[in-house]
C-alpha cells in the first residue's frame, strides 16, 4: 500500500511531462543530483520578484518590509522543519558545500589546532572532505576515516576505536549519495559526544528524503541544500546550536554581518545575521519555504516510506538481470539510491543509452572519488528516486538496460 | 538504433587493434578526464625521420573514448610527429563519423589530447591542445 497519491503528486510537477525525445517522456531517476520543482515553489519565487522584490534587512518602505518579512518567516518555517528551536540557529548559505566550509573556516580556524583529530568516513561526498583536508594542510590537524565495509555500511567497531583518540569533530554524511546507505546518525552523534567532540551531519541527501530533527538527533551542525528537496538552486542550510555559532567569528566580511564598522575595525552582527555577509538569495529562500511548505504535508514518514518501496523494487528487479553489479546495503538500510555498474557496457555509456529513451541517470564518480577506489571501480550509474518516482519508471529503467545490453552484447 | 553507438564504435570498443603497451618506446604521455575518470595512455615509437611506425594505447573509460584512441592510433601508424601536431578536434570528429554534445565530446578528445600533450613533450595535456580548427 503506497501512501502516497503519486498521480496527484506527479502533475504538480510541470516538467515530468516534458517530451525529452519525440515519443519519449522524461523519466527523470537524477533526484540526489537535484530534485525537480512543483509548481508551488515555482510560483512562489516568480511572485517574490513580480510583488514584493527589495533589499531586505535596512529599507523602510513597503517592499522591503515585506521583503525582509517573507526572509525571516522562510528562516522560521525551516527551523520548523528540521525541528530547530530557535530561528537564529539557521544560517543561510549557498549550498550544502558552502555551509560544510563556513563551519570549517569559522568553527575550525578558531578551534582547532596542530594535532588535532577530526573523524570523517570513507563515504563522503567532495564536499565534506574538501574543506577539511583544506583546513588539515593550513593547520597540520589530523583526519582519520570511519571505514566502509564491503557491504556499504560504517564499521562502527572501527569508529569506537578511533574516538580513542580523542577527536575535536565528527563530520559525516546522514545518507550516502552513491550506495545510499542511512548511516546510525544518532549513535555516531552520542559516542562523539561521549568522546568530548561536537558533531556535523552532511544531510544534503538525508533532509529532502527522510525525517530529520536535530534536537533528537542533538547534532551541532547540519548542512543542506533546498535544491535536492524541491525547492531552487543557490540556497542552502547551515543549523548550528546557538552556543557554538555565537562564539564562532564571522565566516565572509561585508554588509549585514555587522553591528557597526568604523575605518579600521567592526563589530559582528548577532547570529545568524553575522555570517550571512551582502545581499542574499531572498528569493530562494522562499523558494525553499515554499519546498517546506509542500513536503510538510504529505509527510516525511510517507516520502520515506514511499523511497522505500521503489528502491525495494528497484533492487529486485536489477539484481535479476546478469552483469549487474549493485554497490552498498539492502533496501532496509538505504534511501532511495541506486548505483551500480554492469559488466559489458561503461556507466557512461549506459547513462548515455538510457538518455535515449528519455531516462535521466546520472554516471560517473558522483563527486565521491575514494568511496569508488575503496570499491575498486572507476564509476558508476546512479539511479535516484523521490516523492515522484514510480514503479513504471523502474520498469523503464530496466528496459533501458536491456537495450545496452543488445548494443554490447 | 543508435547514431552514436554505430557499429564501428562498438567494434573498436569491443575488439581494439592498438591496445596495450610499448616498452620501450620513444614517446608515452598519460591523462585522466577528471569529470568522469576516463584514463588513457598512449605509448609511440617513431622513427629517425619523426615517422610513426607503433602505436598502442591502455586505460579504462566509456566506448566513445575508448573507440576514439583506437581508431586515432590507427589512423597516425606511418605520420610525422609533425602532421600529428597538426591534428584538430575535426579530424578526430571525421574519423569517428559521430556528432557529440559537450559532454561526451571531452570523451573523444581525451586521446587527441594525451597524444599531443605527448608529441609536444609537454608536462601536463591542455585543453587548448584540441580547441578550435
Not at chain 1, 525537480?36 to 519565487?45: G, H, L, W, Y
Not at chain 2, 538504433?1 to 554505430?6: A, E, G, K, S
Request: net charge negative.
Amino acid at each position: 500500500m503506497n501512501p502516497l497519491d503519486i498521480e496527484a503528486i506527479r502533475k504538480d510537477f510541470p516538467i515530468l511531462q516534458r517530451e525529452i525525445h519525440p515519443g519519449k517522456q522524461l523519466v527523470y531517476l537524477d533526484s540526489a543530483a537535484t530534485a525537480q520543482k512543483p509548481t508551488r515553489v515555482i510560483e512562489a519565487m516568480d511572485r517574490y520578484y513580480r510583488w514584493s522584490n527589495a533589499n531586505i534587512h535596512r529599507g523602510v518602505h513597503v517592499l522591503a518590509e515585506e521583503a525582509t518579512m517573507l526572509y525571516e518567516d522562510a528562516r522560521r518555517n525551516v527551523a520548523g522543519f528540521i525541528g530547530a528551536r530557535d530561528a537564529r540557529e539557521i544560517i543561510f548559505t549557498r549550498n550544502t558545500t558552502e555551509a560544510i566550509n563556513l563551519v570549517a573556516y569559522s568553527w575550525g580556524r578558531a578551534n582547532l589546532q596542530a594535532g588535532d583529530v577530526i573523524i570523517l568516513t570513507e563515504m563522503e561526498h567532495h564536499s565534506n572532505l574538501v574543506p577539511w583536508q583544506m583546513l588539515a594542510q593550513e593547520r597540520q590537524v589530523r583526519l582519520e576515516f570511519i571505514p566502509v565495509t564491503d557491504d556499504g555500511l560504517l564499521d562502527m567497531e572501527e569508529y569506537q576505536k578511533l574516538l580513542m583518540l580523542a577527536p575535536k569533530l565528527v563530520a559525516f554524511t546522514q545518507m550516502s549519495n552513491v550506495l545510499g546507505t542511512i548511516n546510525p546518525a544518532g549513535e555516531i552523534i552520542r559516542l562523539a559526544h561521549d568522546a568530548g567532540a561536537i558533531t556535523l551531519v552532511d544531510g544534503a541527501q538525508s533532509v529532502p528524503h527522510i525525517p530529520v530533527n536535530v534536537v533528537d538527533l542533538d547534532v551541532d551542525f547540519l548542512a543542506f541544500s533546498a535544491h535536492k528537496m524541491c525547492g531552487p538552486m543557490g540556497s542552502g542550510v547551515l543549523y548550528g546550536k546557538t552556543a557554538l555559532l555565537e562564539k564562532m567569528p564571522p565566516f565572509l566580511g561585508g554588509g549585514d554581518m555587522i553591528r557597526k564598522v568604523m575605518l579600521r575595525s567592526y563589530a559582528p552582527n548577532s547570529i545568524p545575521h553575522k555570517f550571512e555577509a551582502g545581499t542574499p538569495a531572498v528569493a530562494e529562500a522562499v523558494g525553499l519555504s515554499a519546498a517546506v511548505d509542500y513536503l510538510k504535508p504529505i509527510g516525511m514518514d510517507a516520502i520515506a516510506a514511499h523511497e522505500h518501496e521503489i528502491v525495494s523494487y528497484a533492487l529486485e528487479q536489477l539484481n535479476q538481470i546478469p552483469g549487474v553489479r549493485i554497490l552498498g546495503p539492502d533496501a532496509d538500510r538505504k534511501g532511495g539510491v541506486v548505483s551500480f555498474t554492469l559488466d559489458i557496457a561503461h556507466p557512461h555509456d549506459v547513462a548515455q543509452i538510457l538518455d535515449r529513451h528519455g531516462i535521466a541517470v546520472r554516471a560517473g564518480h558522483h563527486c565521491a572519488m575514494p568511496l569508488h577506489d575503496r570499491y575498486q571501480i572507476p564509476a558508476t550509474t546512479r539511479a535516484s528516486f523521490y516523492i515522484y518516482s514510480t514503479r513504471e519508471e523502474v520498469d523503464h529503467l530496466v528496459q533501458g538496460l536491456e537495450q545496452v545490453k543488445a548494443i554490447f552484447g | 538504433m543508435d547514431d552514436l553507438y554505430r557499429e564501428v564504435i562498438i567494434e573498436h570498443y569491443k575488439n581494439p587493434g592498438f591496445r596495450g603497451e610499448l616498452d620501450p618506446h620513444d614517446i608515452s604521455f598519460e591523462d585522466e578526464n577528471p569529470l568522469c575518470g576516463d584514463h588513457i595512455r598512449i605509448d609511440l615509437r617513431v622513427n629517425e625521420n619523426e615517422v610513426v611506425t607503433e602505436a598502442a594505447f591502455s586505460g579504462h573509460g566509456c566506448a566513445i573514448s575508448q573507440a576514439s584512441a583506437d581508431l586515432l592510433l590507427e589512423f597516425i601508424i606511418g605520420k610525422t610527429l609533425d602532421e600529428i601536431r597538426q591534428l584538430t578536434k575535426d579530424d578526430l570528429l571525421e574519423l569517428l563519423g559521430i556528432e557529440l554534445g559537450p559532454v561526451r565530446l571531452k570523451c573523444a578528445l581525451l586521446s587527441l589530447k594525451v597524444l599531443k600533450a605527448g608529441v609536444y613533450g609537454l608536462g601536463e595535456a591542455s585543453d587548448s591542445l584540441v580547441e578550435g580548427d
